[in-house]
């Protein structure tokens, strides 16, 4: 029995679809009245920082896509050759005469049958899957067995790996079995195959240091502290400058990408350096805004002396599934109060499921930095198949 393809998960009916992000028609999901009141209406907000802010999120989200998106899930009719400042005043006059008040019945159907046959079709290829692993797990013991290195064996089965070395018979955490740290040398975390299984045990660590390739170096252990400490010296004897950072919101964990420009965030990561995003030599900030073309676009327009601009990957620690972003809309940006960097505030656009944006602010803490504990390739769209199925964890 060969191993059951993901099902493609883009189901469709004319315009709208409905995938792992929900019901959206383009990738664009429906707002509700009072949103797209407060996007369309800013000058509604009260105080003049209140009205400065909303007034940026509403040129930040208005873009032609949006809005014939937008005018499709309230039914609403329109040329197909409408041009944008008509589009735009369209919607805005619907809003305004309460047509887009409620969703359409029509159109609710249609979510309700995109809906059904999404849960079907996910839940036939379950059944298949839990069928494929029942069959194959003795082939699978059966390749591990035959590995000669803890590195092939992580490559192998991250999930044999994992209870050969750090899990007892019941599959619960056991600190005795490999009580010092394991160093896994040219070891490349695919579809975050180690990070992700590695998240779901209590007190086990993991981080990737090294500049990539054959030099990389994956360290594995029950001692964070130290397994930083290992991470951090072995980017320091690579020379390693790193732009990434780790993030994690609750429900969204992931890494961003950090630059001076959205653009220069975008070359960054069309530069092939997204496996760590590491250059050995030292990163060079020497690109030019106006040499590159991508499809992200900036959060805001405003300056700040010390803003970084960025872009995230991510999966939802719930269901460990990873967030597809076909148009590059998971961006933000992070501002500094001052040259020392320890207090900051910055947004980002996340899913559905956390609203549109997300607003945080922090501070640096002292002895909490530490190295990436998973690599930016590994939350690849074309890695996420297996990582959207829950069940591959183990």
Known sequence: MTEPSYPNEHISQGVFSFDSTGFHVNYFHRETAKSLRRILFPEVTVSENALKSACAKAARRISTDWIIAQLQHYAIEFNPEIDAYKAKALLVTSVAHGLCANVPPQVSRINVILQERYETQMNEYQVQMEAYRIQGLPQRISKFEVCKTPTEEAICDASLFLRKYFLDEHGQPDKARTPRLMMLSGYQDKGMALSGR?????????????????????????????????????????????????????????????????????????????????????YQNDCEDDEITSESHDVDDSEHPRRLYLQWRGYDTRTGELQHDP????????????????????????????????????????????????????????????????????
Do not use: C
């Open 198 to 282: 590695t998240d779901r045990v209590p007190a086990l660590h993991v981080a990737n240091a090294g500049p990539g390739g054959a030099n990389n170096i994956t360290i594995i252990g029950w001692d964070r502290e130290r397994v930083n400490s290992v991470a951090q010296e072995t980017d320091s004897k690579y020379n390693v400058i790193r732009r990434l950072a780790v993030f994690h919101l609750g429900i969204i964990t992931g890494l961003m990408v950090f630059a001076e420009s959205q653009a220069k965030v975008s070359k960054l990561i069309a530069d092939g350096k997204s496996a760590n995003l590491v250059d050995p030599s030292g």
């Open 327 to 394: 148009y590059n809309h998971n961006i933000g940006y992070i501002d500094f109060e001052d040259a020392r960097a320890m207090a900051f505030k910055g947004m980002l656009h996340l899913h559905r499921d956390l609203g549109s944006e997300a607003q945080f602010e922090g501070y640096r803490m002292p002895g909490m930095t530490g190295p990436l504990t998973m690599d930016w390739d590994a939350l690849s769209h074309l890695e996420s198949d297996r990582a959207k199925d829950t069940k591959h964890f183990w």
